[in-house]
């Protein structure tokens, strides 16, 4: 079968957005270098899988998934291609009407193609304008941010990614990203055998027995991939073939003990490579996927730390009902203050979404009127507009800058920012895959301006 016979397209129109690039839209975020996400810089494509449904939340839905390229054909600039292939098989799966629907659904989130996304461009670029006939100079880099900043195909995918986003640094953000996704491919590959210790045995109460069972699952995993390894059969039915994937030069980044050394070791892949379709990524878990994970083993398995707990209280609220993401995103429609708060003291209640967490995940709901502050905004504001600032003060500093913006604050910080990490690295929709790991503070300083100037992008 050929490949233009193994390909299903579907051809999603864009109106109210003649002026929408592929490339602008998805390379606005740090969010579209985190697994499972793949941008193809020569062909100015996105890739990743999508689920083939919009309710995997509180259901018994299997999760089901697909191989999903968009691109934005030069001869039809106003509407966009997507090529859909069965994860497994590569072949061009049969889908049902509701199916290719929850992709299209997915696409338009994860690329802000609603009707309330175009009017906030819209209207963010006409405050640009007057803001800069005001003040007699125009910001070019402003004038050309595409005003809309990518996002997961979830609400679920972009809570946690937001939690790896906070207190640490962005190559091992990247490293626990890609660690959740390998996880997802072995939990829907392995033989049933090799799942059942991805899930406790013990009830949840039981801590002491739990943690031994994390022990002897640790070893009974580095044994059977050391076997596999060394074993010169391909034993397809044995789907956990973690050893397929490891890079011999991995070089952790940060301590670990001698069990999740040998068992992250062998299961991350090294961030030098670019992804490939034998790097055994699969798509973001579900919730259904992580709610019955044993909190010790996705710890050490993803090197997720204190994060592990918080994301399986996360989803298995979300599985059991406590949390309702659907609503959630549904309030959104409604933007306002009050609205906002609203979504702000829903979120609040969820362990793990302190303000710079929260505030991230307002802004990937669709509120660009609140700057979400760390260290990094502290260092921007420090070297771009030698402004002074602490963790207590950096509010109050960047809203002085950016509040002339409103309700659209965000937007202007966000595209100054993007625009300083261009002059640094070079235009990041070019950047290769091995090259993500270098946005970092340190390499922002001034002092590491030639040295990152040196790095190659082709």
Known sequence: MGMEES????????????????????????????????????????????HLSNSLDNTDIPSVSVD?????????????????????SGSAPSLSQEQQDALLAQVKRMLRLSEADERNVRDFKRIVRQVAQEEGEETQYMKDFSGRVFRSPTLFEDMVKCMLLCNCQWPRTLSMARALCELQWELQHCSPSISEDFIPKTPVGKESKR???????????????????????????????????????????????????????????STTDPPSACDRIGNFPSPRELANLDESFLAKRCNLGYRAGRILKLARGIVDGQIQLR??????NEA???TYDKLAEQLSQINGFGPFTRNNVLVCIGFYHVIPTDSETIRH??????????????????????????????????????????????????????????????????????????????
């Not at 999903?68 to 069965?86: A, F, G, K, W, Y």
């Not at 031994?212 to 009974?220: C, G, H, I, Y």
């Not at 034993?235 to 992250?264: T, W, Y």
């Open 211 to 269: 943690k031994q069972k994390v022990l002897k699952v640790a070893s009974k995993l580095t044994s059977r991939i050391a076997e596999s390894k060394a074993s010169s059969e391909d034993d397809m039915n044995l789907k956990l073939d973690c050893a397929g994937v490891l890079e011999e030069n991995v070089q952790p980044s940060f301590p670990r003990n001698d069990i999740e050394s040998d068992l992250h070791g062998l299961n991350e892949l």
């Open 68 to 88: 999903v390229t968009i691109c934005q054909p030069q001869q039809d600039p106003h509407s966009l291609c997507i090529e859909v292939r069965n994860s497994a």
């Open 381 to 458: 504001l420090k070297q771009v507009h030698a402004r002074n600032c602490t963790t207590k003060t950096v509010q109050i500093i960047a809203e002085s800058i950016y509040g002339k913006y409103a309700p659209f604050q965000f937007l202007a910080y966000w595209s100054e920012l993007w625009h300083f990490y261009e002059k640094r690295f070079g235009k990041l929709s070019e950047m290769p895959y091995s090259d993500y790991k270098l946005i970092t503070a340190s390499n922002m300083g001034i002092k590491n301006i030639r040295k990152v100037k040196r790095t190659k992008i082709f």
């Open 7 to 50: 390909v299903l397209k579907l051809k999603l129109k864009l109106p109210l957005a003649e002026t929408f690039n592929l490339e602008t839209a998805v390379c606005s975020h740090g969010l579209f270098m985190m697994s499972p996400n793949r941008w193809d810089p020569l062909s100015r494509s996105l890739s990743r899988p999508l």
């Open 327 to 332: 609503e959630l995103e549904d309030m959104c």
């Open 336 to 338: 306002s203050l009050t």
